[in-house]
C-alpha cells in the first residue's frame, strides 16, 4: 500500500518542493514591489488586496522553507 503512494508523493515533491529557495525569493521580491507601490499611493484597494495576497504567499513558501530545512537537518 505505501509503494502506491510513492510515486505521487515524488510528483508533489518535485512540483513543489524542488525548488522553494528560489519561489520563496521571487515571492519577497513581488511582494517588495507591490509594498513599494503600495507606499506611493496607499489608498489603492487594488494594491491593497495584492499586497495582503503577496504577503499570504510569501508566508506559506516561507512556513514550507522553514519547515525543509528542519527536516534536513535532523
Known amino acids: 500500500m505505501l ?3 510513492r510515486g505521487p508523493l515524488r510528483k508533489l515533491n518535485r512540483d513543489r518542493f524542488a ?3 528560489e519561489q520563496q525569493r521571487i515571492a519577497k ?3 517588495e514591489r507591490v509594498q513599494k507601490e503600495l507606499y506611493d499611493n496607499p489608498r489603492n484597494e487594488a494594491l491593497l ?3 495582503k ?5 510569501y508566508l506559506e513558501i516561507l512556513k514550507s522553507s522553514l519547515s525543509l ?3 534536513q537537518s535532523k
Not at 53 to 57: A, C, D, H, M, V
Open 69 to 71: 530545512l528542519k527536516q
Open 53 to 57: 495576497e503577496g504577503r499570504i504567499k
Open 29 to 31: 521580491v513581488q511582494l
Open 3 to 5: 509503494s502506491k503512494l
Open 49 to 51: 488586496a495584492q499586497e
Open 19 to 21: 525548488d522553494i529557495h
